[in-house]
Each structure stands twice: as structure tokens, then as C-alpha cells.
């Protein structure tokens, strides 16, 4: 019996290891940009900048992207404030084959966000930015769908509820 709650002790600590040692702190597991230090040990580099110029891929590779619904038109929206007025920035049109930046008049679904995260956003913490700018009301949408509708289309997300702070 002493045997069996040593190894099942063993196995516990072994499996709690493996997951510091394969994940970082944003659900987001290591790339061959990690980096062995000496003494064995796995550190995370930091995240690679999400820019205008690379968000569209940023985006594209995205586990929530390619779960969008494939018969919707989807708009991301930046915004800023200047002068007290909201200014209206990039737009990029997502759906589950990728992003690219453009502009949908008859979008179903508008996503806005505050173009201040831009400058916090790596491609490793889109849920972490996602969230906070979501606690601090940064980010909204507007749609031409009920509640109901939208519901149903997105359905396919819940698994990423977490990621929006829900």
C-alpha cells in the first residue's frame, strides 16, 4: 500500500511537471522558440509583437478564428479616441480560411477593440488581451442578428468561452 501512494505520488509530480514544463502561462504550449537553459530547465520566450502589418496571419492562425461559422460576414474593428471622439482604424474581415484586412458594409457581426491593446498583443496572449479588454469595456460588438441567432451561430466557440472572460 506505501509502494502504491509513493508511485501514485510520483506520477502526480511528474504530470504537474510536464505541464509548467510544456505550457506557459497563457494556455498556449512552447514552440521550438524556447530555449533549454542550463540545469535542464524550459523557459518560454516572450511572445513575437502583433503589429498592423502582421495581424492578419496573427489571426489567421488562431484556434478561434478557424472555428468562426463559415456563413457569416465578419468584421474586426480598431478604434482610438482622440480629441474625445472615437476614430475609426483598421479593419480586418475574418472567417475560419483567415483574415485580411478590408472592409464589410453588410457585416452581420462587428467586433470593436480599443487599438491600445495593439501595443500589449503578442501571438502568444490573445485570450489574456481578449479578456482584459473585454473587463475594462475596450471591446464590443454590434450585429444585424438577434441575440438568439448569434448564439446559435457561434455555438461552435463555447469551448473558448474562457478566453473572453466568461
Known sequence: MKKL???LIVVVLVAIGSYFTF????DVPLSE??????GGSVYAQPGNPVTYDNIASQLSNNAIIKDLPDDMGIMFRFYSFE???RVWGKSYILKPSGAHEGYLADADLIIYLDSKYLSSWTDRNFCSVVSTANRNGDLGYESSLSEIKLAWKFRSLMKHKSCFGY
Open 5 to 7: 501512494l509513493i508511485i
Open 83 to 85: 480629441g474625445g471622439s
Open 33 to 38: 522558440n524556447s530555449q533549454m537553459v542550463v
Open 23 to 26: 505550457f506557459n502561462g497563457n
